[in-house]
């Protein structure tokens, strides 16, 4: 055999090598799409009525289905407590509204507050993992998978939105655990704008919790939906934001 | 060759001591393969056993991928079904119990398993 035949047939052959796995690699259909119900938006959106939640006092819905629904542990350790959605002293959670002459009853009123997935936000910047990041449609995401546990996001938030896992949060599950992947020691955590059931068409539960109750003090919607209810209400010009200054861009609207 | 006879007996007892575990286990009967639980049902898998056998660990990678940072929660098998992206749901639906499935390879391979620290895996029956 001629030296050329040789390498030619030698080329062919490695050429058949190789290409076999990468035929029977691109020959497979297999693949993943989004669910055919999930629930589209252009920049999801919340808007809490103060002045409605105000109605119920001591009205724990939108908690206990959040908490409940997303194996949310209570911890007893108030140095160690785990939040997605809870209320706050209005005192804190607007400080600039706060005046030498707010009385104490006003300064006191509890008030809704969970992560603000923010168009700016600094939690997504400071994360070395990309454990939480930002998606298209305004969702602040959290991928446990990559958490590290560093904590940067918790420092990087404004808002005080974030919970870390000081301990293993399955003995302070309270009840039997649904099928929400519970977290583990290490870990950060959040409200995710329940994106596991916006992908299956359904709404945020705080949201379905507050109407249940018959309060709908809880407004969840598609900011960039002109036609939507949330839309309307930012239109009407009286809602506020959590620290505008800062120029996070809040996404969670307060009627106060 | 000098100390030939050391040497190779050196040798041999250095192959015996490395190779040891492996015969004292196969002696006991633990290199026998684990005997899996199959699915109560019957059924097919989502994609071919064997397939599955050495590459579901890629398939899982990639629905944590699809699911949890591109929102993608339909997994379009190589025969054309569709499946929700989900452990606890499609996989643990008919392996109802990872204990006697999913361990018993990862415990004779000496591979650790994770996912049970968050995804739940309580027995559930079927419908």
Known sequence: MRRRRFLEIAGLGLAGVCGVPVARALAGAAGTEPAPAALRGKRWA??????????????????????????????????????????????????????????AAVKERPTMVLCNHCDNPPCVRVCPTQATWRRPDGLVMMDEHRCIGCRYCIAGCPYGARSFNFEDPRPSIAGEPTDYPTRTRGVVEKCTFCSERLAVGQRPLCVEACEGVGCGALVFGDAGDPGSAVAALLRGGEVTRRKPGLGTSPHVFYLL | MHDAGKVLLGL????????????????????????????????????PTGWIRARHMELLDGWRDAAVRRDEHVYLASDGRRHAISLTGTCLGCHV?????????????AVEVFCWDCHQQRKRSRP
Not at chain 1, 61 to 85: F, G, L, M, S, T
């Open chain 2, 12 to 47: 041999g007892a250095f192959a015996g001591l490395v190779t040891g575990p492996a015969w004292y286990a196969f002696a006991r009967g633990k290199g026998d393969p684990p005997e899996l639980q199959r699915p109560a049902g019957g059924g097919t898998c989502i994609e």
């Open chain 2, 97 to 109: 119990e990872p204990a006697k499935f999913c361990d018993r390879c990862h415990a004779y391979a």
């Open chain 1, 46 to 103: 919340m808007v809490v009525d103060q002045r409605k939640c105000l109605t119920r006092p001591g009205c724990q819905a939108c908690i206990q289905a959040c908490h409940r629904a997303h194996n949310v542990p209570a911890v007893k350790d108030p140095r160690h407590e785990v939040k997605w959605v809870w209320k706050e002293q209005l005192a804190r959670v607007f400080p600039d509204r706060v005046t030498p002459y707010t009385p």
